[in-house]
């Protein structure tokens, strides 16, 4: 149920991923996927995806490596492969994360450091002044409109100045992106942080919804994971009923990353979230008892009484009426406008615009040291900066140490193999002093050469097989990049 342009609607969706590909193909009701953009070559393009856009079916591609929230401008070179993506698979839009995955570097005149998945922004006026160039820059550089999400986060910045609902206002406001809702992470971050999501769903700017994601996960000492591994469950549901009782969402999508279940309860899970989505649809379009309307989209057209339209087109013959995008027709009376357009014959209107001005490089310093002190203690063992919960830095040092040791697993299958139950105890052990450094493949090459240098005694047949391993991926001679790596070629040669 695709129709492209301006009023573009999706459907109902899941997430592509190469493990559920054929069940993905089989299912009933799939209106369009999501695939992630990394992990998709534009000339090579899986089979499975061939076939489903052969049938109409819309494709995606879902960045996850972009850093929009970092304080550098954007790469690039991850730009136009994200292009590329997009191109290749004919998709009306591309979408990303609002957060950011690296630090340091020249920018603060330190190493650089990469997260390997993704961190909160600062709800800041620097963060958010770096956040909109960098969506401007994506912007110029993307041939399809983009959509940025909203992320789920274990801790919070000190020293905040916006609630997650007015920050993503603002974003929208400045820059017309468009925005992908995650109700899963609206409930994480009223677990992990105490905000209240349905004051959230009120301070969005709803009219620039692209569409929304809904995933399932799990608590764990009263900290909720974000997992994309668990059923999705009853209180994301209802974050996703309010929603849909204020808007009509062009598009709906199950995520699911890992611990795939039957097809069959996938297709449940898939059946629930449009129930959810039914009965926002009913409580959004049931008749008023009064005079005053609050319409989430669509079109209204108002004789007297108050309305208030979020998204959509008003045409209003008298009384008062707030728009909060879309366009609106005023015959007489007062009206608001916020974004769209407001041609008014008689009466008053006003509308919200904001200017764009350049930004200094000392913006992007501030946020990048900021960022880079939290990365530093996340991934290198520094010292949490002033004002974070100490407790809280280190779940999350932890989730990205799991994280990493999850990847690795995918992209180097024959570690977990080779090293069988220990590959996990040794790879957290690893990650404690071993930021990632290139990428996930550089990290499995890394992690092998310091188990064969100083992990744990293992059999010598496991450890043959892994000096193998390393040496057919690492080359038989690479250069030594310091003493203790010298000493270290020697004992993996032994």
């Not at 929304?212 to 994971?225: I, K, L, S, Y």
Request: aromatic letters at 4%; proline letters at 7%; hydrophobic letters at 40%.
């Amino acid at each position: 149920m695709t129709r492209l342009g301006t009023g573009t609607r999706l459907g109902t969706g899941i997430g592509w991923r190469p493990e559920i590909a054929d069940a993905v193909e089989r299912m009933p009701g799939i209106d369009w996927v999501e695939a992630v953009a990394e992990n998709i070559c534009p000339g090579h393009l899986p089979a499975s995806l061939l076939r489903l856009r052969e049938r109409g079916v819309t494709v995606v591609p879902h960045g996850v490596s972009l850093g929009l929230g970092g304080a550098d401008r954007p790469d690039e070179g991850r730009l136009t492969a994200l292009a590329e993506r997009a191109e290749a698979l004919g998709s009306p839009l591309v979408t990303e994360h609002i957060a950011f995955v690296r630090a340091g570097g020249p920018l603060t005149a330190s190493a650089p450091l990469e997260a390997g998945h993704l961190l909160p922004v600062p709800r800041t006026r620097d963060s958010l002044d770096v956040l909109c160039e960098n969506v401007r820059i994506a912007q110029q550089a993307l041939p399809v409109p983009l959509a940025v999400e909203n992320i789920a986060a274990l801790l919070a910045w000190p020293g905040e100045e916006m609630t997650e609902g007015q920050f993503l206002y603002d974003l929208a406001d400045r820059t017309g992106v468009r925005l992908l809702i995650d109700v899963a992470n609206l409930h994480t971050n009223h677990v992990n942080r105490g905000e209240d999501p349905a004051e959230a769903l009120a301070d969005l700017p709803l009219e620039a919804i692209a569409y929304v994601h809904v995933a399932g996960g799990f608590e764990r000492d009263g900290v909720w994971h974000d997992s994309h591994a668990h059923p999705v469950p009853r209180p994301v549901l209802d974050i996703l009923t309010d929603l849909t009782s204020r808007v009509a969402p062009p598009g709906v999508l199950l995520e699911r990353d890992e611990n795939f279940p039957e097809p069959a309860e996938l297709e449940r899970e898939l059946a629930s979230i449009r129930a959810a989505v039914d009965e926002g649809t009913r409580i959004r379009t049931a008749p008023p008892a009064d005079g005053t309307a609050t319409v989430g989209g669509g079109a209204m057209s108002v004789g007297g009484g108050t309305a208030t339209v979020v998204g959509g087109a008003m045409s209003v013959g008298s009384g008062t009426a707030t728009v909060v995008g879309g366009a609106m027709s005023v015959g007489s009376g007062t009206a608001t406008v916020v974004g769209g357009t407001a041609p008014v014959a008689v009466g008053t209107a006003t509308a919200g615009v904001r200017a764009v001005t350049a930004l200094p490089d000392t913006t992007r310093r501030r946020l990048g040291l900021a960022q880079t002190a939290l990365l530093s203690a996340l991934v290198a063992g520094a010292p949490a900066p002033e004002g974070f919960d100490r407790a809280r830095i280190d779940v999350q040092a932890r989730a990205l140490a799991a994280k990493r040791a999850d990847v690795v697993a995918k992209v180097a299958p024959e570690l977990p193999q080779i090293l069988g139950g220990g590959y996990r105890a040794a790879f957290m052990a690893y990650a404690q002093g071993h930021p990632m450094r290139g990428g996930y493949r550089r990290d499995a090459l890394d992690f092998a050469e310091q188990v064969l240098r100083d992990g744990p005694p293992m059999a010598e047949r496991a450890r043959r097989e892994l000096r193998g391993w390393w040496l057919d991926r690492s080359g038989p001679a690479p250069r030594p990049r310091s003493r203790w790596a010298r000493m270290g070629r020697s004992l993996i040669r032994r």
